[in-house]
């Protein structure tokens, strides 16, 4: 009879000990959710997902800002000179080197995010610094008709978002462009 007493004690001490660890880590998710909830983007973020552009009112040369997940972008309507003048420069001498033509996907256009990838300033959009791009003024990172860098410690070109035409005159940012075999079979 003994025998089947320390049964018994030993199934309620292991009962006790399973209740115990398993209260114990549903409290402690329970506790850790709201830190890992915080790491989601913030509604007003989602909600900018993807901003729609009508490009039509810019003239040629001219360049504007807008926002787009709280960050500020450039859309630039490069002249003919600011085009050649990206397309001509040689890789080699770039520190994060890019063709222009993998920058863009219309020469005209030019769609960046403009912060700069030194410390996170705003180039100035009416300082062309010596590329005829941007000048960052805080530091001295100096970028060119495409957004590469080109001058001062910045180490990499301005991003360029995702984005994709919904007509010649209106862009979508923030929408990934679709393959070209998508588009050929659903127009």
């Given at each position: 009879?003994?025998?089947?007493?320390?049964?018994?004690?030993?199934?309620?001490?292991?009962?006790?000990?399973?209740?115990?660890?398993?209260?114990a880590?549903?409290?402690?998710?329970?506790?850790?959710?709201?830190?890992?909830?915080?790491?989601?983007?913030?509604?007003?973020?989602?909600?900018?997902?993807e901003?729609?552009?009508?490009?039509?009112?810019?003239?040629?040369?001219?360049?504007?800002?807008?926002?787009?997940?709280?960050?500020?972008?450039?859309?630039?309507?490069?002249?003919?000179?600011?085009?050649?003048?990206?397309?001509?420069?040689?890789?080699?001498?770039?520190?994060?080197?890019?063709?222009?033509?993998?920058?863009?996907?219309?020469?005209?256009?030019?769609?960046?995010?403009?912060?700069?990838?030194?410390?996170?300033?705003?180039p100035?959009?009416?300082?062309?610094?010596?590329?005829?791009?941007?000048?960052?003024?805080?530091?001295?990172s100096?970028?060119?008709?495409?957004?590469?860098?080109?001058?001062?410690?910045?180490?990499?070109?301005?991003?360029?978002?995702?984005?994709?035409?919904?007509?010649?005159?209106?862009?979508?940012?923030?929408?990934?462009?679709?393959?070209?075999?998508?588009?050929?079979?659903h127009?």
């Open positions: 009879m003994a025998h089947s007493i320390d049964n018994a004690n030993v199934t309620r001490r292991d009962f006790i000990y399973v209740a115990s660890a398993t209260a880590g549903v409290g402690l998710a329970a506790s850790l959710w709201p830190f890992i909830d915080q790491m989601n983007p913030a509604a007003d973020t989602l909600a900018l997902k901003v729609e552009f009508d490009l039509s009112p810019l003239v040629e040369g001219q360049i504007v800002t807008i926002e787009w997940q709280k960050k500020p972008v450039f859309i630039r309507r490069r002249t003919a000179a600011e085009i050649k003048a990206a397309e001509d420069v040689p890789l080699d001498q770039l520190r994060d080197p890019q063709a222009d033509k993998d920058r863009v996907q219309k020469p005209e256009w030019l769609i960046l995010v403009a912060v700069c990838t030194h410390l996170g300033c705003v100035d959009k009416n300082n062309k610094g010596e590329f005829g791009g941007w000048l960052c003024a805080c530091h001295g100096q970028y060119d008709t495409s957004g590469r860098i080109r001058k001062g410690p910045a180490p990499k070109n301005l991003a360029v978002p995702p984005y994709l035409y919904l007509t010649d005159t209106k862009v979508l940012i923030g929408a990934e462009p679709k393959p070209a075999a998508v588009v050929a079979e127009g």
